[in-house]
């Protein structure tokens, strides 16, 4: 596992470095597809195991579910516009995810440990749209994905509760650090 060993950076300087330097371009998109593919999944598995069918919550998490799919489709026509497979490579990013999933015992936790997931993504997404210097293929993705996953902050956090939302705080700021990024 890779531990953040440098004094935790704002998204817009990650995203500088990672986008002038095409290694970790590529790697960062493979990590990306991976990410987009896993976050289907586990909607789905949060869906099925804690949302009755055809409640709120359960139309809300299918959606998301579809979202993140169409989000691995367009990551992986990034990959394939630079001449690399789409493929998942690797296990899924442990260091964010090990901190937080534990934390999951019913809807509400579950909610919110993707609310706070969406919050500190969309930090990410917001600067790559937003940045001239990005490639504009990357660019473009980005902007269209950055509704959506507004749109998944939103679902998520109509479906947990303040108190959930302080007893995944904890994990949640643990993974971002370890991940290496400002609180």
Do not use: K, N
Not at 16 to 38: C, I, K, M, N, S
Not at 118 to 137: F, Q, T, W
């Amino acid at each position: 596992m890779h531990v953040a060993t440098s004094a935790p950076r704002s998204s817009a300087a990650w995203w500088a470095e990672t986008r002038t330097d095409p290694e970790r371009l590529h790697a960062w998109l493979f990590a990306q597809y991976r990410g987009e593919v896993t976050a289907a999944q586990r909607i789905v598995a949060l869906r099925d195991a804690h949302a009755a069918p055809d409640s709120r919550a359960f139309r809300l998490l299918t959606v998301i579910a579809e979202q993140e799919r169409s989000h691995a489709e367009w990551v992986g026509e990034l990959l394939r516009a630079r001449g690399l497979v789409a493929e998942v490579r690797g296990a899924a990013e442990a260091r964010y995810w090990q901190q937080t999933l534990p934390g999951i015992a019913d809807l509400a936790t579950g909610c919110a440990v993707g609310a706070h997931a969406e919050a500190m993504r969309l930090e990410r997404i917001a600067a790559i749209a937003g940045d001239a210097e990005a490639p504009p293929d990357i660019r473009e993705v980005f902007a269209r994905i950055l509704p959506q996953e507004r749109f998944h902050a939103r679902a998520f956090g109509s479906l947990t509760t303040p108190e959930s939302l302080a007893a995944t705080r904890a994990a949640h700021e643990l993974g971002r650090a370890l991940l290496g990024l400002e609180a």
